[in-house]
């Protein structure tokens, strides 16, 4: 710059001289930009980031702890914003290790989500009558919560399924250890007495688990017990499952031994100590056949 200009910077106060260098670098953005929208959209994008920085730099100034003899050489740099940028790129930073760690608490935060959307279902009741029950007896929140969590754990166990089923196995133990401590192993016993109990006419579950879920009380609502039928599992896998889930109550483990843990009362012991409505109506096999098709092997 001239020597008039430069005598005239030596007038001026921190306040406008600090003014001044924003408005020097704003228009050398400006012009900067007018190019960029000049250029192919592909060419646009290479410099994508070169103006963000650029942007940034501009945004560091608005305010800034520069002495007034730093701001007095940078207004009589004629390529200030650009020489910045390139001062910019030789210098190391932490920015992509900040980067790393954005995404690495974003997906912390996501799994936090998920897991708070998970554990509103431990613990909660199983709950076996009927709307009309429930509103009579006060009880039409502690059905829905019931509901919402055999749909969960319905969805679950055929989504664990598909996960663990490879090479003609199912790892029945792992699935049991992935479901069963977010509904607990009542519910999870729950969900599959009921989906047997609707497969009673299918030749591929065992006897044995068919006579074991008819000792598990239903639910009274019709719609309720079909909506909860695990129809996306295969009735073999289906079967596989029931036998080692079975192994869960009371007084066993997945490797079939006795154990000491606390004592709680049975999925059965639970069920039975809720009342049951005086007419029941089993759901009939049109009605569960209708509502997925059966998934293969």
């Known amino acids: 710059m ?6 005239d910077f030596a ?3 921190k306040e406008e001289l600090n003014k001044a260098l924003y408005e020097k670098l704003s228009v050398e953005q400006d012009n900067y930009r007018n190019w960029l929208e000049s250029q192919t959209a592909a ?3 290479q410099h994508a980031y070169e103006y963000i920085i650029r942007e940034d730099i501009l945004i560091a100034l608005s305010d800034n702890d520069l002495s007034q003899t730093q701001v007095k050489a940078l207004l009589q740099n004629s390529c200030t914003l650009d020489d910045i940028y390139k001062d910019w790129l030789n210098i190391e930073t932490g920015y992509m290790d900040d980067i790393r760690n954005a995404i690495e608490e974003r997906a912390d935060i996501f799994i936090k989500q998920e897991q708070e959307k998970l554990v509103q279902f431990a613990g909660v009741p199983i ?3 009927d709307f009309a029950y429930a509103q009579a007896h006060n009880e039409v929140e502690l059905m ?3 509901y919402k969590a055999d749909i969960a754990c319905r969805n679950a166990i055929e989504l664990a399924i598909k996960e663990n089923y490879s090479g003609n196995f199912l790892n029945t133990a792992k699935i049991i250890r992935e479901v069963a401590p977010v509904f607990d192993i009542d519910r999870v016993l729950f969900v599959l007495a009921n989906t047997v109990r609707h497969k009673d ?4 579950i065992s006897g044995d688990n068919k006579e074991w879920a008819k000792t598990v009380p239903a639910v009274a609502s019709e719609r309720h017990s079909i909506d909860i039928i695990a129809d996306g599992v295969h009735p073999v896998l289906l079967d596989a499952l029931v036998n080692t889930a079975r192994k869960l109550e009371p007084g066993y483990t997945l490797d079939n031994s006795a154990t000491k843990e606390k004592e709680r009362p049975s999925i059965l012991a639970k069920l ?3 009342k049951q409505p005086k007419e029941h109506q089993q759901p009939s096999k049109t009605l569960s056949a209708q509502k997925r098709k059966e998934p293969e092997l």
């Open 43 to 45: 060419e646009a994008l």
């Open 201 to 204: 006419w299918d030749g591929r």
């Open 144 to 146: 829905q919560n019931s």
């Open 2 to 7: 001239g020597e008039k200009n430069t005598k």
């Open 11 to 13: 007038n001026m106060s």
């Open 127 to 129: 709950y076996t009558q």
């Open 272 to 274: 039975q100590q809720l």
